[in-house]
């Protein structure tokens, strides 16, 4: 251990022999310090919150573990979106928005591309979630697992279209 310099502690010469305190009581001695209760939304949580993240922070923390383990199709879709590939548009992936994690997100032309499995189709989910999301002023294009994976020049196609503002 590094000995420290003796100007370099804690101001006890401001103490009487013996007593420790704070610099605080040593210059307002006889006073005592007042803590005001905290704002509404600061201080401690509850007891009855445990260890729960709030929303945003549960959502932010779960959009970084799926980022981290894509599906195949999703590596495949990432592949053809990343390093604005396409003339200079760039693509973000899982990231939040609202309540929900879109998959692949171009900010510029507020398009959402979102890479489907079999899990999706005729889910009612799924179309409450469209309806935020477009209510948010996205444009969503949902893909097939198996189209990105089968038909990468066809998926390239449509994405290129869609960010054209042409729908096929």
Same mark, same amino acid.
């Given at each position: ?8 502690? #804690? ?35 509850? #007891?009855?919150?445990? +260890?729960?993240?709030? !929303? ?22 990432? #592949? ?42 005729? !889910? ?20 097939? !697992? ?10 390239? +196609? ?11």
């Amino acid at each position: 251990m590094i000995p420290q310099h003796p100007s370099s502690g #804690a101001p006890r010469h401001l103490l009487p022999k013996g007593e420790k305190g704070s610099r605080w009581s040593a210059l307002h001695p006889g006073q005592t310090r007042c803590h005001p209760s905290p704002l509404v939304g600061e201080g401690a949580r509850r #007891a009855d919150e445990g +260890d729960r993240m709030p !929303n945003g922070d549960r959502l932010l923390g779960h959009a970084r573990s799926i980022r981290r383990e894509p599906t195949l199709a999703e590596r495949k879709l990432w #592949a053809l979106l990343r390093d604005r590939r396409f003339v200079g548009f760039k693509f973000r992936r899982q990231v939040p928005i609202g309540p929900y994690i879109a998959d692949f997100v171009c900010y510029e032309t507020k398009l959402i591309i979102e890479a489907d499995g079999s899990q999706h189709a005729d !889910n009612a989910r799924d179309v409450a979630r469209d309806a935020e999301l477009t209510r948010r002023g996205f444009r969503l294009l949902r893909l097939w !697992n198996a189209d990105i994976l089968l038909r990468p020049t066809q998926v390239a +196609d449509l994405v290129w279209a869609h960010l054209h503002g042409v729908s096929p």
